[in-house]
């Protein structure tokens, strides 16, 4: 009887380096063709292909990030760079376009191209993705008889109009493989089986106009749709999820290959909420599960590489970075030991790829909870699957040896004789992320402010007799809108309970002027409410709330039907939610571009009095650090805000806002070097709460072994 057990590390080196160079022979520099598939998988020029894929979003980097996380991912083995198309960052407007810039995706695409890698272009262009109102531009929600993503023809105008406007702007680039571009997939809409019911009658004909509209733009490339059971031939049904080895119901026709579209590197993070970090081995696993049980010939990791929601970007109540523990962190830098284990499990699946691709397959039972999944072609090429479900180490025997199984784990043998990796044993150092100061805000003289006026009814021109929707009321031009009323009061000055039901998510409320409190909800709580004793004085009282998005909404049915804002106000049991009501939409500071050289050159700024007054803009200079290294503002001192370098939106931070184990969800924000001139950087904060900005100081990121 014999025994083996897992390689040794210079095996694992010297099998990447065999990979890479038969990848480099064999056409290492994917070239497009004809795309068609079958039962097995993807074929491109007439070869089968067993391809991973890594999701980085053009819109969430910078153009000058894009060519080293392109580089990143193909040096780990990814073969494809999967993005969504962002609809409301390119058609802000009816029928107004913007592709410049960070929106610049056909830079994008070619730069995947020239780094000698394959495309799968997510138009959607519903894609969800934590990404500001699921990225559909909220100028629809306007259209009359609008109903988002159903038999609607209102919607389905628009959607047709832009998807077709992306398919033809990739033709007329040359960038579908069927052009000898990059493209070998795209998507039409986004996990729609997680609404369709809600449709009823008109969710399946949705889904089949869908189909149809983009099967009828002759791409030349095959259609995905993920998570929809129910997609029409030919376009392929792709599974979502964690765990989709086990979860996957499989293709929903016997021609149709197994893709996996989106497996979760991590999960993302809302404010007040917890990271969630998956690890390296559990990830392995599922996807060597996929592979050997499913037939799996595509992975994509979503997110290979999350990066960062600039600006306004990210959904409600979603944190500026996105899906940072992924095997690229948010700035870009390797996470460890994701990256690592990732290649070497890819390494070993690529030399067993002619028998997962033209082998028969066979499953042998090695124990209670224990499988082997064989695969051998005519010719006698033979790899194998080695699968523990169980929670402990065990012996198994294959092919009379002895092979020990970690628990949870799967080991591959690309001649099924020897283990080249094993999901479970990880062979690379953890790495950890090092923050260290490298400029300090720390003197007051250094730092102007700008108090937010409080705006009265007297002051308003939009009026109303009712509370009026947030986001009808503000297009989304805002995160913010004032609400303000006038109160008589006949009697002497008196306490009064000032009471605020809420459908937004943070609410300041001033009564004269003067800061009367807050209140705010949760990612699971949409209900909030503002419960505080008021001094009414004698006379005129001027009651002014400001209600606060922090982000749209980005999935559910019904999106355009969404009520959110202020839904009822009571002060000493009075009702007054249906009283004359003033409306002013933004801060004066944003509606002034405050933020901006110009904007800010215009302003009338004071001395920082170290008052800590809510509601106040701050601003400052600073010179770009030497060196390459990402750099960040530790924002650790401030309340919630927002902030900007140069005009840049840096994103939305909200720092008093902790999580169970009382830190904040997130403390330091990425500044994309790009951002940067050498010296004379603008630094402008808005700050809401109380935060002391002479606590800010810009970090340097850097990674080190542990």
């Known amino acids: 009887m014999a025994k083996s057990d897992v390689i040794r590390l210079p095996w694992i080196s010297a099998l990447v380096l065999i990979v890479a160079l038969l990848d480099g022979v064999l056409g290492g520099s994917h070239r497009g063709g004809n795309v068609t598939y079958d039962e097995r998988s993807l074929i491109i020029n007439g070869e089968h292909k067993l391809l991973f894929s890594g999701s980085i979003h053009y819109p969430r980097s910078t153009p000058d990030m894009w060519p080293s996380l392109i580089a990143k991912a193909k040096a780990g083995g990814i073969d494809v760079i999967q993005t969504y198309v962002f609809w409301n960052i390119h058609e802000p407007q009816e029928g107004t376009y913007d592709f410049s810039g960070g929106r610049d995706i056909v830079r994008f695409l070619k730069e995947v191209q020239a780094q000698g890698l394959y495309a799968c272009l997510r138009i959607g262009p519903f894609i969800e993705a934590e990404w500001n109102y699921g990225g559909l531009p909220f100028w629809l929600h306007d259209i009359p008889g609008i109903v988002y993503r159903t038999d609607n023809e209102p919607f389905k105008l628009r959607m047709q109009n832009f998807t077709t406007k992306i398919v033809n702007m990739m033709k007329s680039e040359g960038l579908y493989a069927s052009q000898g571009g990059p493209i070998i997939l795209s998507q039409i809409e986004n996990e729609y089986s997680t609404v369709e019911a809600s449709f009823h009658e008109e969710g399946p004909l949705y889904v089949k106009w869908a189909a149809n509209m983009a099967v009828s733009l002759q791409t030349g490339v095959p259609w995905i749709m993920c998570k929809q059971n129910d997609a029409p031939d030919p376009v392929i049904n792709t599974c979502n999820g964690l765990k989709c080895g086990e979860t996957f119901a499989g293709p929903n026709s016997p021609n149709k290959p197994s893709l996996w579209t989106e497996n979760w590197t991590t999960y993302y993070q809302v404010f007040g909420g917890e990271p969630y970090v998956r690890s390296a081995e559990d990830i392995a696993f599922h996807v060597a599960l996929f592979i050997a049980a499913k037939n799996g010939a595509f992975v994509n990791y979503y997110m290979y590489h999350g990066g960062t929601n600039f600006g306004r970007s990210a959904a409600a109540y979603m944190i500026t970075g996105y899906y940072d523990q992924a095997p690229l962190d948010e700035y870009g830098l390797i996470r460890e030991p994701k990256w690592s284990h990732f290649k070497e499990l890819h390494a070993a699946v690529k030399l067993c790829t002619k028998p997962l691709l033209y082998g028969t397959k066979s499953n042998i039972s090695l124990g209670i909870r224990q499988d082997a999944f064989v695969f051998k072609t005519e010719s006698g090429e033979c790899a194998a699957f080695l699968v523990n479900r169980g929670a402990k180490d065990v012996s198994v025997m294959f092919q009379k040896v002895t092979y020990q199984l970690p628990s949870n784990s799967i080991s591959i043998l690309p001649d099924c004789k020897i283990v080249a990796f094993n999901t479970k044993r990880v062979s690379v150092q953890y790495n950890t992320r090092t923050m260290k ?105 001027n009651i002014s709330l400001l209600s606060v998005m922090v982000g749209l909404p980005d999935s559910g049915a019904y999106l355009e039907r969404r009520v959110l804002g202020l839904r009822t106000v009571r002060i000493g049991g009075k009702d007054y939610s249906a009283q004359p009501w003033g409306y002013k939409v933004g801060l004066s500071g944003e509606n002034s571009q405050i933020f901006l050289g110009s904007g800010s050159d215009d302003t009338q700024w004071s001395k920082f009095d170290n008052s800590s007054q809510p509601l106040t803009w701050y601003k400052t200079q600073f010179d770009a650090p030497p060196g390459d290294d990402p750099i960040a503002l530790n924002l650790g001192s401030m309340g919630k805000g927002a902030v900007w370098v140069n005009g840049w939106g840096i994103g939305r931070y909200w720092v008093s806002f902790l999580t169970g184990k009382g830190e904040p969800s997130q403390k330091w924000y990425h500044v994309p070097r790009s951002f940067l001139k050498p010296t004379g950087n603008l630094l402008v904060i808005f700050e809401e709460e109380t935060g002391n900005p002479v606590g800010i100081t810009l970090d340097a990121v850097s990674i080190t072994k542990t």
């Not at 003197?443 to 509370?467: A, G, H, V």
């Not at 986001?471 to 303000?484: A, G, H, I, Q």
């Not at 006038?486 to 800061?515: I, M």
């Open 437 to 541: 100061a490298v400029q300090k805000f720390d003197s007051s003289e250094k730092w102007q402010e700008f108090k937010e006026m409080i705006p009265s009814f007297d002051e308003t021109t939009l009026r109303e007799n009712m509370l009026l929707e947030q986001t009808n009321t503000t297009k989304d031009r805002s995160d913010y809108l004032w609400y303000t009323m006038r109160v008589q009061q006949d009697s002497p000055d008196s306490l009064q309970t000032l009471e605020v039901g809420s459908r937004a998510h943070v609410l300041h409320a001033f009564v004269n002027g003067v800061y009367a409190g807050s209140a705010h909800g949760a990612k699971n709580q949409p209900n909030f409410s503002l419960n505080n004793n008021i001094t009414l004085r004698h006379g005129t009282n």
